[in-house]
């Protein structure tokens, strides 16, 4: 059973994409991902595709409180993701995976387009892997 909504999710359109438009540094990152597309190679479109799902599908950013926020859409549409990825936890929680076959807790990396581009991710259960970017404002200026 998936653990997201089938296609064509109007629900992840409206709550997860919709509203991060109103933010401008995010329009002009999500900008900056497609002009870089732009007569890309197909090595290139790969690698670009990889910096997208892990950020405007499912990127994490710094709140000015510290702790993780979610702009991705993928977790703005997904309570139990949203849950799962923003969750603040011990450093002794243990990684792995459970008798679910889920990861207890994801690993979160800072957000570097270059290790982004090369990281792969599946698309029916939750991400093992996210990135973390310390604004969306330095989520652009890396992604150039």
Do not use: N
């Amino acid at each position: 059973m998936p653990l997201y909504t089938p296609e064509p999710d109007i629900c992840h359109e409206l709550l997860g994409h919709v509203p991060m438009f109103v933010d401008r540094d995010f329009c002009d990152f999500s900008q900056e991902i497609g002009l870089a597309s732009l007569g890309a190679s197909d090595e290139d479109v790969l690698k670009l595709a990889r910096c997208y799902w892990h950020s405007v599908e499912f990127g994490l950013c710094r709140g000015e409180d510290g702790t993780h926020k979610a702009y991705g859409a993928g977790l703005l549409s997904s309570f139990g993701e949203l849950e799962y990825s923003c969750k603040e936890r011990s450093q002794d929680e243990p990684y792995g995976t459970g008798e679910d076959g889920m990861p207890l807790r994801p690993v979160i990396k800072p957000w570097d387009p270059a290790v982004a581009a090369a990281q792969d991710f599946p698309i029916t259960t939750y991400q093992p892997v996210y990135f973390l970017a310390e604004s969306l404002q330095d989520a652009k200026l890396k992604m150039r």
